[in-house]
């Protein structure tokens, strides 16, 4: 694979990180109709006025997403066979982003958009990372780590959508109690403080198990579970809020860089040589 389509890719994801940053920033702000419901354009201008932080950071958040729509095109110019599937999901959260603006901010839509951002910025680390497929060059035990990943970082987006974050006060029971009786709210909240601690356990497990030197990634979520203690613990502020979602998809960025196989190991580079296999990498 060209340098030049990796180094690209990895800009790529890079930006993809951020659009997924900002998209938190605007959530946790209020300012999703920072540009009013006009889209593609903000506030019916290419160029808007900037004159209030609402529509600042909305435009910031879809201007990114412009630059990253540019250097996905380039990508999918330079090996259109392992950067369709990005520009598939690029199309999808577009689209996703539009509905989303134009529908008044739904959560559930609020959370599809998250969720695709997430599937982007990890197809973004995959082509950057060279694996070929199939198969898709997973290390053992890590399809449910990236599973129980996905879906912890999406509950904590449904928390937040749904005004659920201050149903659980204390840490690191719910109100004190391991079964909430603070009605669905609480449930949720606490539904996805479990699966953080899934989370954590499970990845533990499974650096001890693969003996790699991947202790930063359990790191990343042991910051991440610090900083939602401390968030929830001094009453939810805004730079806390802004931290936790930051840190939230990096862990999601480090599980799938720790997760996948690169084209430079064993087993993935069987798949493309010419002289047959070697014995496979399942660690």
């Given at each position: 694979m060209p340098r030049r389509f990796a180094t690209l890719a990895w800009i790529a994801a890079a930006c993809a990180y951020l659009l997924i940053v900002l998209g938190a920033v605007v959530r946790i702000t209020a300012s999703g109709m920072g540009c009013g419901d006009h889209w593609p354009l903000?506030?019916?201008h290419l160029f808007p006025s900037l004159n209030d932080i609402p529509t600042v950071i909305e435009w910031s958040h879809r201007?990114?997403?412009a630059?990253?729509?540019?250097?996905?095109?380039?990508l999918v110019v330079l090996d259109w066979r392992r950067a369709w599937p990005v520009l598939a999901l690029l199309i999808v959260q577009v689209l996703l982003g539009a509905v989303?603006?134009?529908t008044g901010l739904t959560p559930i839509l609020v959370i599809l958009h998250l969720a695709t951002a997430m599937l982007l910025l990890a197809a973004l680390i995959v082509s950057a990372r060279g694996v070929p497929g199939p198969p898709p060059g997973l290390r053992r035990g890590?399809?449910?780590?990236?599973?129980?990943t996905f879906i912890t970082v999406l509950f904590g987006a449904l928390t937040a959508n749904l005004g659920a974050m201050a149903s659980c006060g204390g840490f690191p029971l719910c109100n004190g109690q391991i079964i909430p009786s603070a009605g669905p709210l609480a449930w949720v909240h606490w539904t996805h403080r479990l699966l953080a601690y899934s989370l954590a356990g499970y990845l533990t497990w499974w650096v001890v198990r693969t003996g790699r030197q991947l202790w930063w990634v359990l790191a990343i979520v042991a910051l991440q579970i610090t900083i939602a203690a401390t968030m929830v613990l001094d009453g939810f502020p805004t730079g806390l809020e802004i931290a936790h979602a930051a840190v939230g998809a990096g862990v999601w960025a480090a599980v799938v860089i720790a997760a996948v196989r690169p084209a430079t190991s064993p087993a993935a580079a069987a798949a493309v040589s010419p002289e047959g296999p070697t014995l496979p990498d399942t660690r």
């Open positions: 903000c506030n019916g201007l990114v997403a630059v990253l729509s540019i250097l996905v095109i380039a989303t603006v134009k890590s399809a449910a780590l990236l599973a129980l």
